[in-house]
């Protein structure tokens, strides 16, 4: 039968059988040997090379983000330390203003705006500015949730009190100190439509146009802006709303 098979098969039959260096001789063999080393190792040192490259970057990447998270957590901070400060000013001018309130008044004068002149509120009674001393020391000590629902309660109750625009104020400041800014929108909308004679209008405006910043309401801020240097032209709220529209 062996007599029967072709020439060329049994010679590729007798190489596929016959292992790769018997085909060279030693020196071949080793040549190849050592160039299938050289490669290897070529080929390991690149990997090597690569791996520790992008080893290097990751560290490097890892720093960065080390720093820049080092940098938030210290603007967060400084922001922070920055708005209790406002808020303390604020706290401070409120009770220097209540002070120099007058306990009686019947109208105040036609507005900047050209409105009609509106009644004052009555100066608030012991009763009322006890409620809402307690609900600004809520919100003194940090305590916006129970704050809020202090000068709300205030406001639904007592909506004529002397004392009302600036509880609805404060409401709207506490909504904000809790990073909701739709609702501190909200509260501050209602001082500016519901008194808008009140000193604090002009502060309520200036903090919308802050939160509509926040939300990435660029349009409705610098609206608010103009309003605010419409309405209130020589409120002291109307300097930061000129500064600001000069930054845009």
């Known amino acids: 039968m062996l007599r029967r098979l ?8 007798a190489l596929a059988t016959t292992p790769a260096w018997a085909l060279f001789d030693d020196k071949e063999a080793r040549q190849w040997i ?6 290897s190792e070529a080929r390991f040192d690149q990997q090597a090379k690569a791996q520790l490259d992008l080893a290097t970057q990751i560290q490097r990447q890892a720093e960065e983000i080390a720093r820049l998270r080092g940098q938030i957590e210290t603007l967060s901070y400084e922001l922070e330390q920055a708005r209790k400060r406002q808020q303390d000013f604020y706290l401070d ?4 203003l209540r002070r120099l309130e007058p306990h009686s008044s019947s109208t105040l004068p036609t507005g900047e705006s050209g409105n009609a002149a509106q009644p004052v509120p009555q100066a608030a009674p012991g ?4 409620e809402y001393d307690a609900a600004l020391e809520l919100f003194r000590s940090g305590k916006y949730p129970a704050a809020a629902k202090a000068f709300k309660t205030f406001v639904e109750q007592h909506p004529d009190s002397a004392l009302a625009p600036n509880a609805q104020f404060w409401l709207g ?5 809790q990073r909701n800014c739709t609702k501190a929108i909200e509260a501050q909308s209602f001082v ?20 509509q910043q926040e939300l990435g309401n660029s349009k409705g801020a610098t609206q608010s802006w103009q309003q605010l ?20």
């Open 6 to 13: 072709p020439l060329g098969f049994l010679i590729a039959a």
């Open 34 to 39: 050592t160039d299938l080393k050289a490669s």
């Open 93 to 96: 001018l409120d009770s220097r």
């Open 127 to 130: 009763a009322e500015s006890a």
């Open 173 to 177: 400041n506490a909504w904000y100190a």
């Open 192 to 211: 500016v439509s519901r008194y808008p004679q009140s000193d604090k209008a002009p502060d309520a405006l200036l903090a919308i146009a802050s939160c």
């Open 229 to 248: 240097l419409e309405k209130y032209p020589s409120a002291p709220a109307a300097d930061k709303a000129r500064e600001r529209l000069k930054k845009k």
